[in-house]
């Protein structure tokens, strides 16, 4: 939900600065196929963990960092669009501290406990989730994790985000603006 708000705020900003919805249809973003692979790599090795297959909670550090440098080639491909450069740094965060956590995004209990969600927290703690595992004294660079609780209703699908998250968000909201308005904000310079 939080994605899609940020889509909205995007097409908004957009319409203020006198920019063109139907600019939307016509982007053609490099390299959409490995997205998708990606898409589906990532949401098969959730869906498989929390069934409680073994090898994808075992090996989630090795399907994670493939994911990740999938959406990093991505990323690279698309790198004329400020929005999506700035997806690209929240990609990296994430990939940062799921590397140094054993390919998982640390989640705070205290969260969990907040927002009553028993179910989720029991599956943390004993592991049987492929992607997320408690922050505890021992995480690495733990305030990189899904730490952030988003409020009511935005918070409908994931309710805690990450820092990195938090740019994703941005990019997204920043590269509508770009395509409506018909213009990259290219910090990277053509000679890269």
């Not at 990093?72 to 790198?79: A, G, P, Q």
């Not at 009511?152 to 509508?176: N, P, Q, R």
Request: with cysteine; hydrophobic share 55%.
């Amino acid at each position: 939900m939080v994605y899609l708000a940020a889509i909205a705020a995007g097409l908004l900003i957009g319409l203020l600065f006198r920019g063109k919805p139907s600019n939307l249809l016509s982007f053609k973003l490099k390299k959409t196929w490995i997205l998708l692979l990606a898409f589906v790599l990532q949401s098969s090795s959730q869906i498989l963990a929390v069934r409680g297959f073994d090898f994808a909670i075992r090996y989630s550090l090795l399907l994670n960092s493939i994911v990740f440098c999938m959406l990093l080639t991505v990323i690279w491909s698309n790198k004329q669009y400020l929005g999506i450069l700035t997806v690209g740094l929240g990609c990296l965060l994430n990939a940062l501290v799921m590397t140094l956590n054993g390919g998982k995004m640390p989640v705070s209990e205290e969260l969990l406990l907040r927002e009553q969600m028993f179910d989720i927290l029991e599956i943390y703690r004993i592991g049987g989730d492929g992607k997320h595992i408690l922050a505890t004294d021992s995480t690495q660079l733990a305030f990189l994790g899904d730490m952030i609780d988003i409020p009511g209703k935005l918070g409908y699908i994931a309710k805690f985000i990450s820092i990195g998250d938090v740019f994703v968000i941005m990019g997204l909201c920043i590269l509508v603006i770009e395509i409506m308005i018909d213009r990259k904000f290219n910090v990277l310079s053509k000679s890269v």
